[in-house]
């Protein structure tokens, strides 16, 4: 029984702060009652079901304050006019500097990442772990080749920064697509995230690769073009509208 309490106690960090203690009890009752190899089937069950349960549970939190809403709408509509800027790069940029613009654009969503993983922590109850989740999310998935770049240049990995290339688009596709299957926003909106995610991961892992892996140079320069092609109208009007969206003072689980 040792181990399964070490593992319903893992399992438990899912849930909200107060229901975690009576959960474990709960849970080790159960357990007690079975014997042989169904206590570990039903022990793994339990911990399968925890995130169902977590979403049941979840505690009513308010929506975030104006302000951090009003300024991650406002970067949002910075971020737009830079990806705009870095598309035109043959009349106006170098490609070195086109390439930075399209690099530092995720860090105008680090606003929005935060605001959503800081209500996320919130809603399960808070606690060190919970912040310090929505910490790292903020970090990978808000400034994307930012803070991997800087690992990556700090641990000499070229393997962080391809990873981190990975984590904005990925994220923007995540909560894109939740909010459509969900209808937490409009579909369209939601749509279009989900292309301005499809495009961000494209273009930064193309990126990435051209920097960091030249056998693969042909290859990440298409999956670039490509990319640019779809992410400049998909991310201007997404992040245009979601800007606004922001600025308007919309809850936190309705921005994107």
């Known amino acids: 029984m040792r181990m399964m309490r070490a593992l319903l106690a893992v399992a438990s960090a899912l849930l909200p702060r107060a229901h975690r203690a009576r ?17 570990w089937w039903f022990a793994i069950d339990t911990v399968v079901k925890v995130p169902l349960l977590s979403r049941q549970v979840r505690q009513p ?28 790069n043959p009349f106006s940029l170098s490609e070195d500097t086109a390439e930075f613009l399209f690099l530092l654009a995720p860090c105008a969503m680090v606003g929005v990442v935060a605001v959503r993983s800081v209500h996320a922590a919130r809603a399960h109850g808070g606690g060190p772990l919970a912040y310090l989740v929505a910490a790292l999310v903020t970090a990978g998935a808000g400034t994307g ?5 800087a690992l990556s240049v700090a641990t000499d990995t070229a393997m962080v920064a391809l990873i981190g290339a990975f984590l904005p688009g990925t994220w923007l596709l995540a909560v894109s697509g939740t909010a459509l299957a969900r209808r937490t926003s409009p579909p369209t909106l939601a749509a279009l995230g989900a292309l301005t995610g499809a495009g961000l991961l494209g273009v930064l892992l193309g990126l990435q690769l051209v920097t960091h892996v030249p056998a693969a140079r042909g290859p990440a320069s298409a999956l670039t073009v490509v990319s640019v092609v779809l992410l400049v109208p998909a991310w201007t009007v997404w992040s245009v509208w979601t800007g606004c969206r922001l600025i308007r003072g919309r809850p936190a689980q309705r921005m994107i």
């Open 61 to 88: 939190v308010p929506p975030p304050g104006r302000w951090p809403a009003a300024l991650s709408g406002l970067g949002l509509l910075g971020a737009s006019v830079a990806v705009v800027i870095a598309a035109l």
């Open 23 to 39: 959960w474990r009890e709960e849970s080790l009752a159960v357990l007690a009652g079975v014997h042989g190899v169904r206590r």
């Open 145 to 149: 080749p930012v803070a991997a770049g």
